[in-house]
């Protein structure tokens, strides 16, 4: 199992900048891709960025390319993702996600953090 934990959140004016931190610990095989997405009230959640561990793929949701950054630590199994250019519209819960197999499998799963609170206001 993978547990997340993220920290970061909190309250930023437009144009401002924020930088989330998320950490995975626990019992698994391999993570194979670390990433975010966002939930903002009475939306589906959506893709923000995954990144592949090894570097070979970086997925950016439309409405944050160019303002987004995501990096990454792999000998601390934790990911950062820097917001920059901030706008209202990028309100949200973000949580943090990993795709992991089990100690011993092949098989991937999906692993969520509780989320933390991003909130853009004027």
């Known amino acids: 199992q993978v547990q997340l934990v993220e920290s970061g959140g909190g309250l930023v004016q437009p144009g401002g900048s924020l930088r989330l931190s998320c950490a995975a610990s626990?019992?698994?095989?391999?993570?194979?891709?670390m990433g975010w997405y966002r939930q903002a009230p009475g939306k589906q959640r959506e893709l923000v960025v995954t990144?592949?561990?090894?570097?070979?793929?970086?997925n950016y949701g439309d409405s944050v390319k160019g303002r987004f950054t995501i990096s990454r630590d792999n000998a601390k199994n934790t990911v950062y993702l820097q917001m920059t250019s901030l706008e209202p519209e990028d309100t949200a819960v973000y949580y943090c996600n990993a795709r992991a197999t089990r100690l011993g499998r092949l098989t991937e799963y999906d692993y969520w953090g509780q989320g933390t609170q991003v909130t853009v206001f004027s």
């Open positions: 990144a592949t561990t090894d570097g070979g793929s970086t």
């Open positions: 626990g019992r698994f095989g391999r993570i194979v891709a």
